[in-house]
């Protein structure tokens, strides 16, 4: 996917709900979660998910 491009795989765009990522979104971020596409165009999609340092933990 073209840099351009990746900020509106998260948002929701007036033909619809684009890639269908708006749920994913909108579901990680009531934790404080993020997420985003990181790939190299041309070469596949990588999704990389922050999660805050309060927000897991190590048992």
Known sequence: M???EKEGLFIQN???YGHG???VHEI???TGI???E???FGTGARF???VP???YRIV
């Open 48 to 50: 990389e998910i922050l």
């Open 14 to 16: 007036a033909e619809g």
């Open 53 to 55: 340092s309060e927000g």
């Open 2 to 4: 073209p840099d351009a």
């Open 38 to 40: 990181t790939g190299t």
């Open 28 to 30: 990680l971020a009531l």
């Open 34 to 36: 993020t997420i985003r």
């Open 21 to 23: 990522l708006l749920l």
